[in-house]
């Protein structure tokens, strides 16, 4: 936790040494003379959100060895800034990922081109040149192949253009009001509480105090800091959730009993997800715990060898990816609600949604494929 405190602080004087907010802003706030926020900013703002998420996490997990009053008041101050932190970054990589399915799906480059925050500049700008680069790659005067497009490829072509620009509108409206509520929380009276809390974090834990054993103590004595117990918990409950999901039903890849239920009209986000996010979290908390554990048996070998489970990482991946195709797969069953649209665009969203949710089943496959794999541990 000291150590995720110190990075908290370092992030925070890289944010505050970048100028972060002097000419910063979202993208279609400003007139031509605005520019995105520069790279180190956004580097600072995720590291920020990483020792929070991070903190937050050990905070849950390690509560009873704590102060019950401290933690009670650092537990949702830290979630509600890693979340808002977040937001940002999370609508400019699902616009993103939207484009570029919807490119793949009708072969068509006929959509707004996602405007990137700060990091993603670089991987839109290596997106772009690849697409250009094989788009190069067919001479000018050979002709297209003689392949006949079907009716509905035409018809998702006709829609693709207008359905990218529809979710470009909304998804850069939204990160738009999310950059400016990161920049309104970065400067609160309620951050800088945090941020003076995680300073003191940073020179000393505030554990859990115990009566003073006799008259003559001058100062309280803690309780003994084991942390397995509490890690085990933090994995039994992982393991539990985690026997709750249809891993049997995830055994293939496109799922169709699945995709049934989650081509329904319901309005997201899909309760057939929510364990899968569930799960999520809880593989993220045990993952921070075992983080916790190994930096105590190195602090007490003196050995800062870090131990990397690979089956958690694996897993954890295939998450993170259910979790964005789940929300893609929101995002343009939204779009696709909008009033007075055409059939056409209506039609396109409708494909992205599917091919979103034949994602989702391909990440929860993925899952369960990396679970039951036995446990490898690499020095």
């Not at 009053?69 to 830290?78: C, I």
């Not at 693709?160 to 909304?170: E, F, I, T, V, Y």
């Not at 049934?260 to 593989?283: I, M, T, Y």
């Amino acid at each position: 936790m000291r150590a995720q405190a110190t990075e908290f602080l370092r992030a925070l004087r890289r944010h505050r040494e970048s100028g972060a907010g002097a000419g910063a802003s979202g993208p279609g706030a400003g007139g031509p003379g605005r520019t995105a926020p520069p790279a180190e900013d956004v580097d600072a703002v995720r590291a920020l959100r990483r020792a929070a998420r991070r903190i937050s996490g050990t905070l849950h997990t390690f509560q009873p060895l704590l102060d019950a009053s401290w933690a009670e008041e650092m537990r949702p101050e830290l979630a509600w800034l890693s979340g808002t932190l977040a937001l940002e970054h999370a609508y400019a990589s699902r616009l993103e990922r939207l484009l570029q399915a919807l490119h793949r799906l009708s072969g068509s480059s006929a959509f707004p081109a996602p405007r990137p925050v700060g990091r993603t500049t670089a991987a839109t700008n290596a997106t772009t040149a690849t697409s250009t680069a094989t788009t190069a790659t067919v001479p000018t005067g050979v002709p297209a192949p003689a392949r006949p497009a079907s009716p509905d490829r035409g018809s998702l072509t006709v829609g693709a253009a207008k359905a990218g620009a529809l979710l470009d509108r909304q998804l850069t409206l939204a990160r738009t009001r999310a950059h400016s509520t990161a920049l309104q929380a970065l400067g609160s009276s309620r951050f800088h509480a945090v941020a003076d809390k995680v300073a003191l974090l940073a020179s000393e834990v505030p554990l859990r105090v115990t009566a003073r054993p006799n008259r003559g103590a001058t100062a309280p004595e803690t309780t003994p800091c084991d942390l397995r117990p509490l890690a085990a918990a933090a994995e039994e409950r992982l393991a539990d959730a985690v026997t709750a999901l249809p891993l049997v039903a995830a055994g293939s890849p496109y799922n169709a009993q699945a995709l049934v239920h989650g081509l329904s009209p319901d309005p997201a986000p899909h309760p057939q997800d929510a364990p899968w996010h569930q799960v999520r979290l809880l593989l993220r908390l045990h993952r921070y715990a075992l983080e916790a554990l190994a930096g105590a048996d190195a602090a007490d070998a003196g050995d800062p060898g870090d131990v990397v489970d690979v089956r958690l990482l694996a897993a954890g991946e295939a998450l993170d990816r259910h979790r964005d195709a789940s929300e893609a797969a929101a995002a343009a069953a939204q779009a696709a609600r909008t009033p007075r649209i055409a059939p056409a665009t209506a039609y396109a969203l409708g494909v992205l949604h599917a091919d979103q949710r034949h994602e989702v089943e391909a990440a929860r496959y993925a899952f369960q494929h990396s679970w039951r794999k036995e446990p490898i541990r690499l020095p």
